[in-house]
């Protein structure tokens, strides 16, 4: 492994270090200084020092965040405070807007960061939810094409002087149900609170929020509310019998999945292959299978057993949402006794029967069209219970 520096990154430090040198070499701290560099940002933009490492397909240079680390580091030197400038461009919440963003917030938001006219900060931090985060109270809702932001952030790092704010906030319960929106400063129902310092003199200053309105596209990120249900063994395993698998099986609507692709696909998923209903999540190598509410179970036929809007179907419990047992084993039974290649969907129910000791009469909230299997297979569990 080489660990030398490249001539070019040696160039991008010269660079950086000169900038910071001719600019400002008097201002060291941030209390001395007084303002925001805002100058100094625009010096960075002319001379490509913002977005070192975000996509030149959303403005930025495309390098690498080594390099970031070699800019700031090297304007440090020379003085923290213009070194705020090469944050505020690089790094925290531009980063999240970069990645989060949509076309219109790549516009609207990170274009004039980049460019040094604008200056975004991260808003996680509340008055009881520091290092707690996943317990934030600030909330989101959506209202028709908007959504609507009430609650208090603090210690947000060039709070005093942002045009934007990325305010994370909650869209539902629990940690799932954290989201993020990025507010311009200037939105009705938004204030600033009186400017304070950290111990090293950095600025920062209360965010409210009061019936804070913005359009919907302005949200990075909220809870999905894609309504699914784990089938398979997931599913087998939530309910006690414990069989080993490696992948997900999910059941979605069609709406769901195109929804799913649209907000996941080139974040931590991919499709299994073009066109595939599939994922691959790309950190675990998980695979995860869909399948449609509509579709037939087994065969793929018309049958009396068809797979279930989960909308409806699902039950959500604490950490997943499940079919109930009889509609899973429903479906098992319709699968196996139509697909030659799923029997082990059969012997999925004896086991299941077996270690849950499900009653024959389990029979009677099953669909007709799979009682008579369920029978034969409730015998052969208590067979099989005997040896
Ligand atoms: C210079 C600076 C810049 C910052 N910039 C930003 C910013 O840009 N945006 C933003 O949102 N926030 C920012 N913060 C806030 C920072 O992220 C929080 O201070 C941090 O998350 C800790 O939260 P807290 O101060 O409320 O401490 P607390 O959460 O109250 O924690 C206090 C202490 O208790 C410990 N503790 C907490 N919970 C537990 C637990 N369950 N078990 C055991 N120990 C626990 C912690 O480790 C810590 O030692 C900044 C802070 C500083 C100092």
Redesign the pocket.
Known sequence: MDLNLTDEQRAIIEMADGLAARHDPGAISWEEAGTYPWEFMRVLAEHELTGIDIPESKGGRGLTLLDSVLVIAAVAARSPHLADAVQGSNF?AVRQIATFGNERVIEDVLTPILAGEALA?????EPGG???LAALRASARRDGGDVVLNGE?L???NGPHATHIVAWVRFGEGPRGVGAVVVPVDTPGFSKGKTER?M?G?GHCTLSFEDCRVPAEYVLLEEDGIPYALIGAMALNAYGYERVTVDVDLLLTREGLESFKTRHLGLGYVQKFPGSKGFRDTENGVTVDVVLAGEYPGDGLPKPVVFPDPAQAAVRGERTALLPLPRLIELKLASGMTAPHRLKDLADVIEVIRILKLPAELVAELDPYVREKYEELWRAAQAAERE
């Open positions: 925290g900060t991260v808003g996680m931090s520091g290092s707690a952030k210690f947000n790092s950290f090293s950095e």
